[in-house]
C-alpha cells in the first residue's frame, strides 16, 4: 500500500515561518508530479505549488516569492518552506503525488492534511 504522511505545520505568528515535509511510502516504482494545495474554511481546495521529477516548479501567484517547494526524488519525499506567512495563508494544507507503482499502476494519493494557523 503506497501512502503519503506529512508532518510540520502548527501556529505561527504573521511575518513568521513554516515548514511542511511529505513522505511517500510503499511499492513505489516513480513518483512523477508532487505538490502542496490548502483548502481554508469555507473555500474550494486550491493549488499551493507543485515541482515535477525534473525539478521543474509552479505556484500560486499568492504564494509566489515566500513560499519554495523541493523534492528528493531518492527520499520520495516533497517539502514546503514557507516564509512571510500571512493570516490569509490559514488552512489545511494537503501533499499530493502521482505515485507510479511496479504491479498496480498509477494513483493520485493525497495526505492527511496538516493545519497551518497563522495568527497573533
Known amino acids: 500500500q503506497v501512502q503519503l504522511v506529512e508532518s510540520g505545520g502548527g501556529l505561527v505568528q504573521p511575518g513568521g515561518s513554516l515548514s511542511l515535509s511529505c513522505a511517500a511510502s510503499g511499492s513505489i516504482f516513480r513518483i512523477n508530479t508532487m505538490g502542496w494545495y490548502r483548502q481554508a474554511p469555507g473555500k474550494q481546495r486550491e493549488l499551493v505549488a507543485t515541482?515535477?521529477?525534473?525539478?521543474?516548479?509552479n505556484y500560486a501567484d499568492s504564494v509566489k516569492g515566500r513560499f519554495t517547494i523541493s523534492r528528493d526524488n531518492a527520499k520520495n519525499t516533497v517539502s514546503l518552506q514557507m516564509n512571510s506567512l500571512k493570516p490569509e495563508d490559514t488552512a489545511v494544507y494537503y501533499c499530493?503525488?502521482?505515485?507510479?507503482?511496479?504491479?498496480?499502476?498509477?494513483?493520485?494519493?493525497w495526505g492527511q492534511g496538516t493545519q497551518v494557523t497563522v495568527s497573533s
Open positions: 499530493n503525488a502521482f505515485v507510479l507503482t511496479p504491479l498496480t499502476g498509477t494513483y493520485n494519493l
Open positions: 515541482i515535477a521529477s525534473s525539478g521543474s516548479t
